[in-house]
């Protein structure tokens, strides 16, 4: 320990004697591992990390699969008979993503809501960070109308006051009791602020058509001891006996199973690879170059080396040093990469917050400052390596004799060095030219229409306010704004608002019809 200590610090005397050369190594190093940890952290979080519930290796997915598609919603009697047939499943419940409008509390918004089983919220085992969950009783036809608020919507909407539990709110026209907030980062499915029972629309007759696929998933916990393999076989045997049973609304139809975690990642699992392999890439074009430094540097030290040598210090003890030295210079660059790092990951959330999965869990934890210490020795010892051995090769008489023999030997090592940095740099470069200009080129794709100055949106009707086809078609049509004197003279053949009757707040004469049309026409 000792000879150690006594290594560094004299290692860390000779890199502040060449303060440019270490100045260049320290940056190259931190850049490179700085990259490297942010984009390991995006993995480690997304890919690597359980989902944030108790035993989540043993959370499934599930959706029904056809000849042509392995991936199709399942019909509500199909689940019927999963959970009931099933020997598998601790907890089993379907889920699909719909929206409500939720009214008067303010302005009225659009909230994208959760039609959900019970038994989701017990096989994932959650429970509300304040008040309860709805129960089996409260999930089937007639059951109590309520609701289960995200604590962003609680937070954003009810000014987090606990007072608004067991009170009413509207959703699309009808009344529903608010019974429970989820805790802060509880999101199932993705992008979702309220959760309603599913199953109190099991009852009406669309749903209960076997061949209805109302756009609903799966979400099951397998029972302890019991593998993927195991599941998968039992839900195909259920599954190919409901087809022989109904072959007229599941022929050729299976069930899928998958891990939960899968279902999270799979869009993005092979781009972060990719993409951390890209910047493993870029640190090893960075190893190369600082070992391309350090190769020049330890020809600058032969004769320091020699005298070593002379005086008694051996091939390894000599090794030992410059080892030192390049371990020291990888500790000190990981350490600003860190700091890099941690810039780098606000910047990825930034420009992409709901691209990215789980984004919320992105932090430089634990398994980031392992990584990041582990990279930064590996990568020391990496770049050092080739430097040490050849500085371990010394002839003494004729390197104090400053002859510089073996310098042929160190330019071949050299010269393979710059081969392997041009080969790395030049892959890199062919394939971010390829990116661009694919990019550029899905830029350019022509839609056939166009779409300058132009937005997109989708009104949905409340159906308790508009049942019937004509009333929705009057509200399209904007008969419900346009005032009568305007549709009995059918001046208005586009719908528009009628501002004199919006004005006014009654029909007006048919020569104020004339001007209302004819302003119309020029909005």
């Given at each position: 320990?000792?000879?150690l200590?006594?290594?560094?610090?004299?290692?860390?005397?000779?890199?502040?004697?060449?303060?440019?050369?270490?100045?260049?190594?320290?940056?190259?190093?931190?850049?490179?591992?700085?990259?490297?940890?942010?984009?390991?952290?995006?993995?480690?979080?997304?890919?690597?990390?359980?989902?944030?519930?108790?035993?989540?290796?043993?959370?499934?997915?599930?959706?029904?699969?056809?000849?042509a598609?392995?991936?199709i919603?399942?019909?509500?009697p199909?689940?019927?008979?999963w959970?009931n047939?099933?020997?598998?499943?601790?907890?089993?419940?379907?889920?699909?993503?719909?929206?409500?409008?939720?009214?008067?509390a303010?302005?009225?918004?659009r909230?994208?809501?959760?039609q959900?089983?019970?038994?989701?919220?017990?096989?994932l085992?959650?429970?509300?960070?304040?008040?309860?969950?709805?129960?089996?009783d409260?999930?089937?036809?007639?059951?109590?109308?309520?609701?289960?608020?995200?604590?962003p919507?609680w937070?954003?909407?009810?000014?987090?006051?606990?007072?608004?539990?067991?009170?009413?709110?509207?959703?699309?026209?009808?009344?529903?009791?608010v019974?429970?907030?989820?805790?802060e980062?509880?999101?199932?499915?993705?992008?979702?602020?309220?959760?309603?029972?599913v199953?109190?629309?099991?009852?009406?007759?669309?749903?209960?058509?076997?061949?209805?696929?109302?756009?609903?998933?799966?979400?099951?916990?397998?029972?302890?001891?019991?593998?993927?393999?195991?599941?998968?076989?039992?839900?195909?045997?259920?599954?190919a006996?409901?087809?022989?049973q109904?072959?007229?609304?599941?022929a050729?139809?299976?069930?899928?199973?998958?891990?939960?975690?899968?279902?999270?990642?799979?869009?993005?699992?092979r781009?972060?690879?990719?993409?951390?392999?890209?910047?493993?890439?870029?640190?090893?074009?960075?190893?190369?170059?600082?070992?391309?430094?350090?190769?020049?540097r330890?020809?600058?030290?032969?004769?320091?080396?020699?005298?070593?040598?002379?005086?008694?210090?051996?091939?390894?003890?000599?090794?030992?040093?410059?080892?030192t030295?390049?371990?020291?210079?990888?500790?000190?660059?990981?350490?600003?990469?860190?700091?890099?790092?941690?810039?780098?990951?606000?910047?990825?959330?930034?420009?992409?917050?709901?691209?990215i999965?789980?984004?919320?869990?992105?932090?430089?934890?634990?398994?980031?400052?392992?990584?990041t210490?582990?990279?930064?020795?590996?990568?020391?010892?990496?770049?050092?390596?080739?430097?040490?051995?050849?500085?371990?090769?010394?002839?003494?008489?004729?390197?104090?004799?400053?002859?510089g023999?073996?310098?042929?030997?160190?330019?071949?090592l050299?010269?393979s060095?710059?081969?392997?940095?041009?080969?790395?740099t030049?892959?890199?470069?062919?394939?971010?030219?390829?990116?661009?200009?694919?990019?550029?080129?899905?830029?350019?794709v022509?839609?056939?229409?166009?779409?300058?100055?132009?937005?997109?949106?989708?009104?949905?009707?409340?159906?308790k306010?508009?049942?019937?086809?004509?009333?929705?078609?009057?509200?399209?049509?904007g008969?419900?704004?346009?005032?009568?004197?305007?549709?009995?003279?059918?001046?208005?053949l586009?719908?528009?608002?009628?501002?004199?009757?919006?004005?006014?707040?009654?029909?007006?004469?048919?020569?104020?019809?004339?001007r209302?049309?004819?302003?119309?026409?020029?909005?």
């Amino acid at each position: 320990m000792t000879t150690l200590w006594q290594d560094v610090r004299y290692g860390i005397r000779m890199l502040l004697k060449n303060p440019g050369i270490t100045f260049i190594v320290i940056l190259a190093l931190a850049l490179g591992i700085g990259a490297n940890t942010a984009i390991f952290s995006v993995v480690n979080a997304v890919l690597l990390r359980p989902l944030p519930f108790a035993e989540a290796d043993q959370l499934v997915f599930l959706n029904e699969t056809s000849k042509a598609m392995d991936e199709i919603s399942v019909s509500y009697p199909n689940f019927t008979d999963w959970r009931n047939q099933n020997k598998v499943f601790e907890k089993i419940g379907v889920y699909n993503r719909g929206s409500y409008n939720l009214t008067g509390a303010g302005e009225a918004e659009r909230i994208i809501t959760a039609q959900m089983s019970a038994d989701i919220f017990a096989a994932l085992r959650v429970n509300a960070g304040w008040g309860r969950l709805y129960t089996n009783d409260e999930d089937k036809p007639g059951g109590d109308p309520v609701v289960v608020l995200s604590y962003p919507l609680w937070q954003r909407r009810f000014g987090g006051q606990t007072s608004i539990l067991n009170q009413p709110i509207s959703l699309n026209g009808k009344n529903y009791t608010v019974i429970g907030i989820m805790p802060e980062g509880f999101q199932i499915p993705t992008r979702v602020e309220m959760w309603v029972p599913v199953g109190q629309l099991s009852g009406q007759s669309n749903w209960q058509q076997r061949g209805n696929h109302p756009g609903l998933y799966g979400v099951a916990r397998l029972k302890p001891g019991v593998s993927l393999a195991a599941a998968r076989a039992e839900m195909d045997m259920i599954g190919a006996n409901l087809e022989k049973q109904y072959n007229d609304s599941n022929a050729g139809n299976g069930v899928g199973v998958r891990p939960l975690l899968e279902i999270y990642v799979s869009d993005i699992r092979r781009p972060l690879w990719v993409l951390f392999a890209a910047v493993g890439f870029v640190l090893l074009i960075a190893c190369a170059n600082i070992a391309n430094l350090l190769l020049a540097r330890a020809s600058a030290r032969q004769k320091e080396m020699a005298i070593r040598a002379a005086m008694g210090a051996g091939r390894w003890r000599i090794a030992r040093q410059l080892l030192t030295e390049s371990v020291v210079l990888g500790l000190i660059g990981g350490s600003l990469g860190l700091l890099l790092a941690r810039w780098g990951v606000a910047l990825i959330l930034y420009i992409s917050p709901d691209a990215i999965p789980r984004s919320k869990e992105i932090a430089l934890d634990w398994r980031v400052m392992v990584f990041t210490i582990g990279v930064s020795f590996v990568t020391g010892l990496l770049f050092g390596l080739v430097p040490a051995l050849q500085a371990g090769v010394v002839d003494v008489h004729e390197t104090l004799k400053e002859t510089g023999r073996g310098t042929s030997r160190r330019h071949w090592l050299r010269s393979s060095l710059v081969v392997v940095e041009v080969g790395t740099t030049l892959v890199l470069l062919i394939g971010a030219g390829l990116m661009i200009r694919s990019f550029y080129r899905l830029q350019k794709v022509n839609p056939g229409f166009s779409y300058e100055h132009l937005t997109s949106f989708s009104v949905s009707l409340p159906e308790k306010k508009y049942k019937t086809n004509i009333q929705q078609e009057g509200f399209y049509n904007g008969y419900s704004k346009t005032c009568a004197a305007c549709r009995e003279s059918k001046l208005l053949l586009q719908p528009r608002v009628c501002r004199w009757a919006t004005m006014a707040g009654k029909p007006h004469s048919l020569l104020m019809a004339v001007r209302c049309r004819l302003e119309i026409k020029f909005l």
